[in-house]
Every structure is written in structure tokens, then in C-alpha cells.
């Protein structure tokens, strides 16, 4: 691969990037670090810890196989978790989970540092709040968790889901609209106490 340099003068000249293989080594080193993490989104996505045990192992698998078709530079973390997702959406849990064309994907929200959901959130118990997570539609769930437990950055959850980073801001909206509506049909006092 080449690309081009400028010198201080503005003249130009190409410096040769081999494009090697990364060694089998730095497998681990990238993808070890991300295990707990992993763990963590598959145990919310089947809802159950042995199937999430199973999910992360196939996904480690999965990626352990294809890496060589990992470009280096790009986002590793990303890739694993796009591997997880698609593992899951065809694993025989998954394949009754459908997730939604985003009709709305052009919907921009007014970004608030205090939202209602944080509030809610900061009102409601853990147990209370896992519980409204849990009832949450899949596409809702994933992006919430993605976002706001794992603290992936839209682009980084652009390229685990594989949509555009407009479709991400759209669905995190209205998933956290969703989620606001769950918890305050389940904290006292309902719709009106808040």
C-alpha cells in the first residue's frame, strides 16, 4: 500500500506500508481485555447465563478464525461485538428476535445533559431498572446497553450494529424514550408522581 507525505516545502513522496497479517499473538492481546464486556452484553441479550456462556465462546471462536481478514487500525472492539450481535440474531435464541427497519432515521433529538431518563434512572432501584431493560424490545436494549453500560461512542455502535450513525442517535432516542415510559409506569406515584 502506498500513501503520500508532504515534506515542510509541500512537496510530495510516497512512503510503502506493507500490509501484513497481524500475528495470532495479538489476538489475545486485543481480544482478552474484552471478555467481561462481552460476557456482560450477551448475558442481557439471550437472558440467560448459560446461553450467553455459549454465545461469547462461538463469537471468540468466530473471531479467532476470521482474524486475518481483521484490518489493522480499524476498531477491534467493534468488530468483536458486531461478531456477538450476528452470532446471537442467528443462534436459535436470537432467530425469533426481529429488529426493526428504523423509519425514523432522520430524527434528531435535543441533546439535554439532564435527561428524564437520567433522572428516573438516578430515582429508580438497579433491580427496577434491569427489570424495565429486560422488557425492552432487542434493538432497544442492545443500543441502550452498548451506549450507556459499555460506553461505546455512536461510531464505535455504527460499526458493532452495522447501521449508520443517524440510525444509531434515532434508535437511542427512542429507546430511551421507551425505557423512560417502563420505569415511570413502575416507580410510585406512576406517570403523575414525577
Do not use: C, H
Given at each position: 500500500m502506498v500513501s503520500g507525505n508532504k515534506t515542510a516545502e509541500g512537496a510530495?513522496?510516497?512512503?510503502?506500508?506493507?500490509?501484513?497479517?497481524?500475528?495470532?499473538?495479538?489476538?489475545?492481546?486485543?481480544?482478552?481485555?474484552?471478555?467481561?464486556?462481552?460476557?456482560?452484553?450477551?448475558?442481557?441479550?439471550?437472558?440467560?447465563?448459560?446461553?450467553?456462556?455459549?454465545?461469547?465462546?462461538?463469537?471468540?471462536?468466530?473471531?479467532?478464525?476470521?482474524?486475518?481478514?481483521?484490518?489493522?487500525?480499524?476498531?477491534?472492539?467493534?468488530?468483536?461485538?458486531?461478531?456477538?450481535?450476528?452470532?446471537?440474531?442467528?443462534?436459535?435464541?436470537?432467530?425469533?428476535?426481529a429488529v426493526p427497519f428504523d423509519e425514523e432515521e432522520h430524527e434528531t433529538a435535543a441533546v439535554d445533559r439532564s435527561t428524564p431518563e437520567s433522572v428516573l434512572i438516578a430515582q429508580a432501584s438497579r433491580e427496577t431498572v434491569q427489570q424495565a431493560l429486560s422488557e425492552l424490545p432487542l434493538h432497544f436494549r442492545e443500543i441502550l446497553l452498548l451506549c450507556e453500560v459499555e460506553e461505546m461512542s455512536y461510531q464505535e455502535i455504527a460499526e458493532a450494529l452495522a447501521i449508520p450513525q443517524g440510525t444509531v442517535m434515532s434508535r437511542l432516542f427512542r429507546a430511551r424514550k421507551a425505557l423512560r415510559g417502563l420505569l415511570q409506569q413502575k416507580l410510585p406515584g406512576g406517570r403523575h408522581g414525577m
Open positions: 510530495v513522496y510516497a512512503i510503502e506500508v506493507p500490509a501484513q497479517p497481524l500475528p495470532a499473538a495479538t489476538f489475545a492481546d486485543l481480544a482478552q481485555p474484552l471478555f467481561d464486556q462481552l460476557y456482560n452484553f450477551a448475558r442481557w441479550l439471550t437472558q440467560d447465563p448459560s446461553e450467553a456462556e455459549d454465545l461469547v465462546q462461538e463469537t471468540y471462536a468466530k473471531a479467532l478464525r476470521g482474524f486475518s481478514s481483521f484490518q489493522a487500525g480499524t476498531n477491534f472492539r467493534a468488530w468483536m461485538y458486531r461478531i456477538l450481535r450476528n452470532s446471537f440474531l442467528n443462534s436459535r435464541t436470537g432467530l425469533g428476535t
